[in-house]
């Protein structure tokens, strides 16, 4: 089997230029370009079409994490190698600690041709010279969520090759709650009349101090990180109205149901009420599924309810793909690999043993996920989801964010003015790292 790659061709002059820098670029910095086989005839404005095909003599090594994803790796290879003779090689490598084994071993010839990354170290992978950009854009583009496309690209180019995407929902116990609320105004009225301190009865908990839940409401009220779709650290919506906005609504979720402090509203202390049927609602993600299953809590999941302003929460998206290391010595066989494994086949293949989320367009009908109506939630979610920013500024962010909501949480000040500081303390922080 052949897979077609289409490249647009601006002017002749401008496909030469583009081949000489490719050739003078190490270790390996775009895709190559094979055989073309087809055009429309307009030398200006030309559609080529190339059939890619593994170099004579590839073999691959893929790195990917253990347990269930290695199992679904190691099924991949076999088919891949089936359908194209091509020899594959699965390791264990956590998807986390690649890109730092990949700098240390890619130059000596020992890396892995494809392996498993996480989008928000894209940003660091690309600038450290690590990946080569995605062999097929559009085909991502047009099938995939565009949280998974964003979260894998830099600086406007897809680098990754998605099959995984994460995020958190609202869970529900069923014995307290008759009806899932499609707003949080109606939310908030449900947790008023259940709440109860004296006896640790809550409407809704999630941890209020930690960004990475909190920015669906930053995001829902029309705050965001950095500008240019979170690829120009120099601007910034952490204090801009909408950011103001979703502080404010914070508190009033505080006034309704959760007048605790941050430190008292931990995770564990979240999931152990919720365990106890003391809490109607909670904000996280699948990871929490286990848990209150082997506690056989009666509960469900559902799509965050819409804000104040007839918006979803944009709740922070992480996605995880195959990335193809600019040291491989075979980019096409590489690049061919890591789309056959991001195929609707292979993603449907990789829920029934992982149980983790496809991002895949044509999956979200898929009868295999439809029928688990828990993880069909937290992908029905995941379509207002954002991917958190993947440059490397977005780490000064984390913690000015978290204390400024910690802070918002916790006392009386001005919410505009506790926002300032934060990202007054950002912007000095991004300025010493760029210098």
């Known amino acids: 089997m052949k897979i077609k790659k289409i490249i647009n061709v601006l002017a002749t002059g401008f496909l030469s230029a583009g081949i000489l820098a490719a ?17 429309d005839g307009d030398s200006d404005n030309e559609v080529i079409e190339y059939e890619i095909t593994p170099e004579e003599g590839a073999e691959l090594l893929v790195w990917d994490n253990g347990d269930e994803s290695r199992e679904w790796a190691e099924y991949v290879a076999e088919k891949f190698t089936e359908e194209y003779g091509v020899p594959v090689t699965v390791e264990e490598m956590g998807h986390t600690d690649a890109p730092g084994v990949l700098q240390t071993d890619g130059p000596a010839g020992l890396g892995a041709d494809v392996f498993a990354g996480a989008h928000d170290h894209a940003g660091t992978m690309d600038a450290a010279g690590l990946i080569v950009e995605n062999f097929f854009p559009e085909y991502y583009e047009e099938n995939f969520m565009e949280a998974a496309v964003l979260g894998t690209s830099v600086d406007d180019t897809l680098y990754g090759y998605p099959y995984a995407i994460e995020t958190y929902a609202l869970y529900y116990n069923k014995d307290l709650v008759d009806e899932v609320p499609e707003t949080f105004e109606e939310l908030l009225e449900l947790s ?21 839940f909190t920015h669906a409401f930053l995001g829902g009220y029309g705050g965001y990180v950095f500008g ?5 650290p120099s601007v910034t919506g952490l204090n801009n109205e909408g950011a103001v906005r979703s502080g404010e609504f914070m508190r009033e979720i505080r006034e309704a149901s959760l007048p605790l402090n941050t430190e008292d509203i931990t995770g564990d202390i979240i999931g152990t009420l919720f365990n106890e049927n003391q809490v109607m609602f909670r904000i996280s ?5 286990a848990a209150h299953k082997e506690a056989e809590v009666n509960f469900g999941v559902a799509p965050l309810p819409l804000l104040s302003n007839g918006e979803h929460p944009t709740s922070f998206s992480g996605v995880k793909g195959y990335y193809v290391s600019a040291y491989t010595d ?8 890591a789309q056959f494994a991001t195929s609707a086949e292979m993603l449907e293949k990789r829920f029934e043993i992982t149980n983790e989320l496809p991002p895949h367009l044509a999956l979200l009908e898929s009868d295999v996920i439809l029928d688990d109506p828990i993880l069909s939630a937290f992908l029905a979610q995941a379509q207002f989801a954002q991917p958190m920013p993947n440059i490397p500024e977005m780490q000064i962010v984390w913690g000015p964010m978290g204390d400024a909501f910690i802070s918002i949480w916790n006392t009386d000040r001005d919410v505009q003015e506790i926002l300032d500081s934060a990202v007054d303390q950002i912007s000095e922080s991004i300025d010493v790292l760029s210098n």
């Open 23 to 39: 050739c003078s670029a190490p270790p390996q910095s775009a895709p190559p370009a094979s055989t073309p086989v087809e055009g």
């Open 192 to 212: 008023k009349d259940f709440t109860d301190v004296r006896t640790d009865h809550y409407g809704i908990m999630f941890e209020p101090g930690n960004y990475y």
């Open 228 to 232: 240019e779709d979170n690829t120009d």
């Open 285 to 289: 993600g699948p990871w929490d599924v």
């Open 330 to 337: 075979y980019p096409d066989a590489a690049a061919l690999y």
